[in-house]
C-alpha cells in the first residue's frame, strides 16, 4: 500500500491534510489517507489511515499504544497556500491494527463530536418553547469545549407541547428537524441547526471540478391538510395554492417547480393529527407552507472537485464552460447536502451534492415526525380546566417533578351538549392513557386505575359490590349478594333499597319534602308516627275520613279553637264527660234539647 505524505505540507497549489490527535501532529512525519464523510443529519465520519510507526508500535505487540486513542479527539486541517482551508474536529471511536503486503497500518476510525450526543436515551418535556429554546437547552449539555454550536432555525413560533421519548438527544433533535424541515449537520467544527453561517464558495469548470450533473425531478405542488379543532369543534382546512411564495432566484428551480405545479392537477388530501389541546389558527397554516417549501425542492447538483473550501452546508457557486459563448456562465448556487472528501497520494479531491441554496426548508420534511409511544399510566396533576372541557393535566412517571403535559381530554362514557357523564378524576388518582396515533404529543385519558397505594374498599370474593363513590365520602352501593342498592351521603344520611320488599330511609338530622302540587300516600296495612318532640300541620282546609274508630290519647292539655264547631253522632250515642268539673257555656244562651 502507498501512502501519500505530501512533500509541500500545504505550501503550495497542492491540498495538505494535517492531522493532530490530542495536540499532536502526527502527519508530518508520517505517510497518511484521510476519508471524511458529511451529510445532513448524521455524524461525520472519519477514516484515517497510518503507519503503525506514528505510534510506536511497528515492531510491538498489535494496537499496544493506539488502543488507547480511543474516545481522544482529533482534528483534520484542510491547507493549501499555506492558508487552512477547512477545519474537521472529531472523536476517535474505533481503532484497527491491519497488515497489508507484510506492513501494519493502524486505521484510526472516528465521527464529530455530536457522536457524544448519541449516547443515552431520555424522556423530557417542553412546554410553551420555541425551537431554539429547546435546541439550547439539548446542547447546552455538552458546552464543555466538547461541541460548538450554531443555532438560528426558520420556525420561530412558541411549541406548546413538545416530547422527548426514548430518544437520545441527537435523535431527538434530528426528529424535530425532520418535522420542522429545519437543516441540521456538523460542518467539520460546528453543529448547525438552521440557517447556519454558510461560506459561499466560488467554483469553475476546468479549474475546480470536471465533472458535474444537474438533476431536475418532479414533486406534487398541490395538497390540502385538514385538521380537527377540539376546542372550537370544527374542521380548519388549509390548501397549498392558497400561499404565495417569491419566485426562486434559481431559473432551473423556477422552471422546475413550475412544472410540477401542471404536473399536479389534482391535489393531494390529507388529515392532520386532532388539535386536541394546542396550537393557534395559524398553525396548520404554517404545517402547510412547510410542506409545500419543501417539495420545491426539486434540483440536485452534483459535483466532484478539488477546492478544499467547500464544506457541508456551505454554498457552492458554480461556474460551468459553455461551447456556445465559449466562456463560463454561472448554473447557480447550491446549499452542499453531502460531500465526501478523500486525501491520498493522488491529492486531495471531494465528491458533493447539493440543493439550490434558497431551499429554506430541508427537502426531508416529514410532519408526521413525531416521538412514538405506547399506552401509559400517569398521575393527574390538575382537574380544574379553565375551558370547563373537563380536560386534565396529567404527569407521565418518566417526566420530572416540575413537568406536566397541557390540558388532556377525557374520555366520557356519555357526553353531549348539556349532557352526558361528568366524573372527573382527582388530583392524585392514576390514569390510563392512550394517544393519537402513538404521538407522544397528543395523549387522551380513557379512564382511572387502582393501584397499591388507592384501593377502592369495596372487594368482594364473589365480586358483589358495584359502588360509586366520592372523595367527600358521598356513595352508591349495589349489592348483589342483598339485592339492595344503598344510597348515602358524607354525614351517613341514607336510603336503601333492602332487597326484600322493604326501604329503610335514615335522615341524620333534618328532612324536608317539598311538593309541587299534589301528594298522596297509600298504606295497605299500618302507618305509625313518632315524633320526639312537637308536630305542627299547617293547611287551608283538613278533612279526615275514618272508616271505623277513631282514638286520640292525650297526656296534658287538649284545646281546641275554631270559628264555628259542628260535633254531631250519626249512629249512635255522644257522651262528654269530666273527672271533676264539667262546663258547657255559650256567650249569649245555651239550647239543650232532646229529639
Same mark, same amino acid.
Given at each position: 500500500?502507498?501512502?501519500?505524505?505530501?512533500?509541500?505540507?500545504?505550501?503550495?497549489?497542492?491540498?495538505?491534510?494535517?492531522?493532530?490527535?490530542?495536540?499532536?501532529?502526527?502527519?508530518?512525519?508520517?505517510?497518511?489517507?484521510?476519508?471524511?464523510?458529511?451529510?445532513?443529519?448524521?455524524?461525520?465520519?472519519?477514516?484515517?489511515?497510518?503507519?503503525?510507526?506514528?505510534?510506536?508500535?511497528?515492531?510491538?505487540?498489535?494496537? $499496544?499504544?493506539?488502543?488507547?486513542?480511543?474516545?481522544?479527539?482529533?482534528?483534520?486541517?484542510?491547507?493549501?497556500?499555506?492558508? $487552512?482551508?477547512?477545519?474537521?474536529?472529531?472523536?476517535? $471511536?474505533?481503532?484497527?491494527?491491519?497488515?497489508? &503486503?507484510?506492513?501494519?497500518?493502524?486505521?484510526?476510525?472516528?465521527?464529530?463530536?455530536?457522536?457524544?450526543? &448519541?449516547?443515552?436515551?431520555?424522556?423530557?418535556?417542553?412546554?410553551?418553547?420555541?425551537?431554539?429554546?429547546?435546541?439550547?437547552?439539548?446542547?447546552?449539555?455538552?458546552?464543555?469545549?466538547?461541541?460548538?454550536?450554531?443555532? /438560528?432555525?426558520? $420556525?420561530?413560533?412558541?411549541?406548546?407541547?413538545?416530547?422527548?421519548?426514548?430518544?437520545?438527544?441527537?435523535?431527538?433533535?434530528?426528529?424535530?428537524?425532520?418535522?420542522?424541515?429545519?437543516?441540521?449537520?456538523?460542518?467539520?467544527?460546528?453543529?448547525?441547526?438552521?440557517?447556519?453561517?454558510?461560506?459561499?464558495?466560488?467554483?469553475?469548470?476546468?479549474?475546480?471540478?470536471?465533472?458535474?450533473?444537474?438533476?431536475?425531478?418532479?414533486?406534487?405542488?398541490?395538497?390540502?391538510?385538514?385538521?380537527?379543532?377540539?376546542?372550537? &369543534?370544527?374542521?380548519?382546512?388549509?390548501?397549498?395554492?392558497?400561499?404565495?411564495?417569491?419566485?426562486?432566484?434559481?431559473?432551473?428551480?423556477?422552471?422546475?417547480?413550475?412544472?410540477?405545479?401542471?404536473?399536479?392537477?389534482?391535489?393531494?388530501?390529507?388529515?392532520?393529527?386532532?388539535?386536541?389541546?394546542?396550537?393557534?389558527?395559524?398553525?396548520?397554516?404554517?404545517?402547510?407552507?412547510?410542506?409545500?417549501?419543501?417539495?420545491?425542492?426539486?434540483?440536485?447538483?452534483?459535483?466532484?472537485?478539488?477546492?478544499?473550501?467547500?464544506?457541508?452546508?456551505?454554498?457552492?457557486q458554480m461556474n460551468a464552460w459553455t461551447k456556445e459563448?465559449?466562456?463560463?456562465?454561472?448554473?447557480?448556487?447550491?446549499?452542499?447536502?453531502?460531500?465526501?472528501?478523500?486525501?491520498?497520494?493522488?491529492?486531495?479531491?471531494?465528491?458533493?451534492?447539493?440543493?439550490?441554496?434558497?431551499?429554506?426548508?430541508?427537502?426531508?420534511?416529514?410532519?408526521?415526525?413525531?416521538?412514538?409511544?405506547?399506552?401509559?399510566?400517569?398521575?393527574?396533576?390538575?382537574?380544574?380546566?379553565?375551558?370547563?372541557?373537563?380536560?386534565?393535566?396529567?404527569?407521565?412517571?418518566?417526566?420530572?417533578?416540575?413537568?406536566?403535559?397541557?390540558?388532556?381530554?377525557?374520555?366520557?362514557?356519555?357526553?353531549?351538549?348539556?349532557?352526558?357523564?361528568?366524573?372527573?378524576?382527582?388530583?392524585?388518582?392514576?390514569?390510563?392513557?392512550?394517544?393519537?396515533?402513538?404521538?407522544?404529543?397528543?395523549?387522551?385519558?380513557?379512564? /382511572?386505575?387502582?393501584?397499591?397505594?388507592?384501593?377502592?374498599?369495596?372487594?368482594?370474593?364473589?365480586?358483589?359490590?358495584?359502588?360509586?363513590?366520592?372523595?367527600?365520602?358521598?356513595?352508591?352501593?349495589?349489592?348483589?349478594?342483598?339485592?339492595?342498592?344503598?344510597?348515602?351521603?358524607?354525614?351517613?344520611?341514607?336510603?336503601?333499597?333492602?332487597?326484600?320488599?322493604?326501604?329503610?330511609?335514615?335522615?341524620?338530622?333534618?328532612?324536608?319534602?317539598?311538593?309541587?302540587?299534589?301528594?298522596?300516600?297509600?298504606?295497605?296495612?299500618?302507618?305509625?308516627?313518632?315524633?320526639?318532640?312537637?308536630?305542627?300541620?299547617?293547611?287551608?282546609?283538613?278533612?279526615?275520613?275514618?272508616?271505623?274508630?277513631?282514638?286520640?290519647?292525650? *297526656?296534658?292539655?287538649?284545646?281546641q279553637e275554631s270559628g264555628n264547631a259542628n260535633i254531631?253522632?250519626?249512629?249512635?250515642?255522644?257522651?262528654?264527660?269530666?273527672?271533676?268539673?264539667?262546663?258547657?257555656?255559650?256567650?249569649?244562651?245555651?239550647?239543650?234539647?232532646? *229529639?
Amino acid at each position: 500500500m502507498n501512502i501519500y505524505r505530501s512533500s509541500t505540507l500545504g505550501e503550495s497549489f497542492q491540498t495538505y491534510a494535517k492531522v493532530t490527535i490530542n495536540g499532536v501532529e502526527i502527519s508530518r512525519e508520517n505517510h497518511i489517507q484521510v476519508k471524511i464523510k458529511q451529510k445532513l443529519l448524521t455524524h461525520n465520519r472519519f477514516e484515517i489511515l497510518c503507519p503503525s510507526e506514528a505510534f510506536n508500535e511497528k515492531n510491538s505487540y498489535p494496537l $499496544t499504544n493506539s488502543q488507547n486513542l480511543h474516545y481522544t479527539y482529533f482534528s483534520v486541517h484542510l491547507i493549501r497556500f499555506n492558508e $487552512t482551508t477547512a477545519i474537521f474536529q472529531g472523536v476517535i $471511536t474505533g481503532v484497527q491494527h491491519r497488515v497489508q &503486503d507484510g506492513y501494519p497500518y493502524i486505521i484510526l476510525k472516528g465521527q464529530s463530536a455530536t457522536h457524544l450526543m &448519541d449516547k443515552n436515551i431520555n424522556c423530557q418535556t417542553f412546554v410553551n418553547k420555541t425551537l431554539k429554546e429547546i435546541v439550547t437547552a439539548v446542547t447546552d449539555k455538552y458546552k464543555d469545549n466538547r461541541l460548538q454550536v450554531l443555532i /438560528s432555525p426558520e $420556525t420561530t413560533e412558541v411549541l406548546p407541547y413538545t416530547v422527548c421519548y426514548n430518544e437520545t438527544d441527537f435523535q431527538f433533535l434530528k426528529r424535530l428537524a425532520m418535522r420542522y424541515g429545519e437543516y441540521m449537520y456538523h460542518n467539520g467544527e460546528y453543529l448547525v441547526f438552521g440557517k447556519g453561517n454558510q461560506i459561499r464558495t466560488e467554483i469553475s469548470e476546468g479549474e475546480d471540478f470536471q465533472e458535474y450533473s444537474l438533476n431536475v425531478i418532479s414533486k406534487p405542488q398541490h395538497f390540502i391538510r385538514q385538521r380537527y379543532d377540539l376546542r372550537n &369543534d370544527k374542521v380548519i382546512k388549509e390548501e397549498s395554492n392558497q400561499l404565495y411564495y417569491p419566485d426562486q432566484k434559481n431559473l432551473f428551480h423556477v422552471k422546475s417547480v413550475r412544472a410540477s405545479e401542471k404536473y399536479s392537477i389534482q391535489p393531494q388530501s390529507g388529515y392532520s393529527a386532532p388539535d386536541l389541546f394546542y396550537g393557534d389558527a395559524q398553525q396548520l397554516e404554517r404545517a402547510v407552507q412547510r410542506k409545500k417549501l419543501s417539495h420545491e425542492s426539486t434540483i440536485l447538483a452534483t459535483a466532484k472537485t478539488d477546492n478544499p473550501r467547500l464544506r457541508l452546508g456551505d454554498t457552492m457557486q458554480m461556474n460551468a464552460w459553455t461551447k456556445e459563448k465559449n466562456k463560463l456562465q454561472p448554473i447557480e448556487s447550491y446549499r452542499i447536502t453531502e460531500i465526501e472528501h478523500s486525501f491520498t497520494e493522488e491529492g486531495y479531491t471531494n465528491h458533493c451534492e447539493g440543493i439550490p441554496f434558497e431551499q429554506k426548508i430541508a427537502p426531508y420534511l416529514d410532519e408526521n415526525a413525531y416521538p412514538h409511544i405506547d399506552n401509559q399510566i400517569a398521575i393527574v396533576v390538575d382537574n380544574n380546566d379553565p375551558e370547563s372541557l373537563n380536560r386534565l393535566k396529567i404527569r407521565f412517571y418518566w417526566q420530572e417533578e416540575h413537568e406536566s403535559t397541557l390540558w388532556v381530554p377525557l374520555m366520557q362514557g356519555h357526553s353531549g351538549g348539556g349532557q352526558g357523564a361528568h366524573v372527573i378524576p382527582e388530583i392524585g388518582h392514576v390514569v390510563w392513557v392512550d394517544f393519537f396515533g402513538h404521538n407522544a404529543e397528543a395523549p387522551i385519558v380513557l379512564g /382511572s386505575l387502582y393501584s397499591g397505594n388507592q384501593k377502592s374498599g369495596f372487594h368482594t370474593k364473589n365480586n358483589d359490590l358495584k359502588v360509586f363513590q366520592t372523595r367527600s365520602g358521598t356513595k352508591r352501593i349495589v349489592n348483589d349478594a342483598e339485592g339492595s342498592i344503598k344510597e348515602e351521603d358524607a354525614a351517613g344520611s341514607f336510603i336503601k333499597f333492602e332487597g326484600d320488599g322493604n326501604v329503610t330511609l335514615n335522615v341524620v338530622k333534618n328532612l324536608s319534602i317539598k311538593v309541587g302540587e299534589n301528594m298522596n300516600v297509600s298504606v295497605q296495612n299500618d302507618k305509625t308516627e313518632r315524633v320526639n318532640h312537637n308536630t305542627y300541620y299547617y293547611s287551608e282546609n283538613l278533612s279526615n275520613s275514618i272508616s271505623d274508630n277513631k282514638a286520640e290519647r292525650i *297526656g296534658n292539655y287538649y284545646y281546641q279553637e275554631s270559628g264555628n264547631a259542628n260535633i254531631q253522632t250519626l249512629k249512635g250515642s255522644l257522651l262528654m264527660r269530666g273527672t271533676t268539673l264539667s262546663v258547657l257555656q255559650g256567650g249569649d244562651d245555651v239550647k239543650i234539647s232532646k *229529639g
